[in-house]
């Protein structure tokens, strides 16, 4: 049995087959760990999405799925507070007859996975660098109990667009909506902080050089004291395809690779740290994969 954490897919379910048939994935034995946006942008988002429910459901315990921002953007779009754009192309999933199905899985689906067998702990965008992993953990929980309730999760998702709060301080979790917000930006947002923690959002299209000209880094070279870095654990994580899965940091692992852009699709194996990828056959016009995935 092999354990496999796959960067973000897109909707690029072609690639999705052809990684999981050159790892020689086999269902039911080996375990799966997808690190959010499942779709979004991409040319099949109804044949992923199928595929990774099915897979789901026939075996719970082997697949792991984590939600990302544009996981988050289809829940608010179906539920009414945020308008479908055509580049994401989620028109499919809207008039399918089996969009409920679709949410369901959604609205269980957590922002951390953290197995503690493995010591791996993989989510979209990365762990919010004042925070361990038990945290981390009890943070996504307060997220799944929003998410799970239809009049929190409405609420929610009709707020869940804004910058703010860029921080994180225990007096937050009193705030049900700025503390759901900034959860949701943490896991799934999060690119570069500044060195008082606070998320930016402004620097998305730059290089990390010119964003150092403006005191500001990536999340994960905010090392010790700074509590997520947990030596025993793997954090892998998605979001960002500009590092093209290099981030250059003991047991933090960075697998998006802009398969969306036209790049590669990349995943790790957990028990011996390879990472095999296939080449992207999606061709979409795109400025700059330095903008959000």
Not at 99 to 115: E, G, N, V
Not at 125 to 132: K, R, T
Not at 155 to 164: E, G, I, P, T
Not at 236 to 261: M, Q, R, S, Y
Request: net charge neutral; hydrophobic share 35%; proline share 3%.
């Amino acid at each position: 049995m092999s354990a496999y954490v796959f960067g973000d897919l897109h909707g690029c379910y072609d690639e999705f087959s052809k990684l999981l048939h050159k790892i020689d994935f086999t269902a039911g034995k080996d375990e799966l760990y997808l690190t959010g946006d499942l779709i979004g942008r991409g040319p099949h988002p109804e044949k992923t999405l199928d595929t990774i429910i099915n897979l789901k459901q026939k075996f719970p315990d082997k697949i792991h799925c984590v939600l990302g921002n544009h996981d988050l953007n289809f829940l608010a779009i179906t539920a009414g507070f945020h308008a479908a754009r055509k580049k994401d192309n989620l028109e499919g999933l809207l008039a399918s007859e089996k969009l409920d199905r679709y949410l369901q899985f959604y609205y269980s689906t957590p922002l951390i996975y953290i197995d503690h067998s493995k010591k791996l702990a993989v989510s979209h965008a990365g762990v919010y660098p004042m925070w361990d992993l038990e945290e981390a953990q009890k943070h996504s929980d307060a997220f799944s109990a929003v998410l799970a309730d239809p009049l929190t999760r409405k609420l929610f998702l009709s707020n869940m667009y804004a910058d703010h709060p860029v921080s994180y301080t225990k007096e937050l979790e009193y705030s049900d909506l700025n503390y759901w917000r900034f959860i949701v930006n943490a896991f799934t947002r999060m690119r570069l902080c500044d060195k008082k923690l606070n998320l930016d959002y402004g620097h998305s299209d730059c290089s990390l050089k010119e964003a150092e000209k403006d005191h500001l880094y990536p999340w994960f070279k905010y090392g010790k004291p700074y509590m997520y870095r947990n030596s025993a654990y793997t954090l892998a994580f998605g979001h960002w395809a500009a590092l093209n899965a290099e981030c250059n940091e003991k047991n933090i692992i960075a697998l998006d690779t802009g398969c969306v852009w036209g790049n590669k699709l990349t995943c790790l194996c957990v028990e011996n740290g390879k990472k095999t990828t296939v080449k992207s056959g999606v061709k979409i016009e795109f400025s700059s994969m330095k903008k959000s995935s």
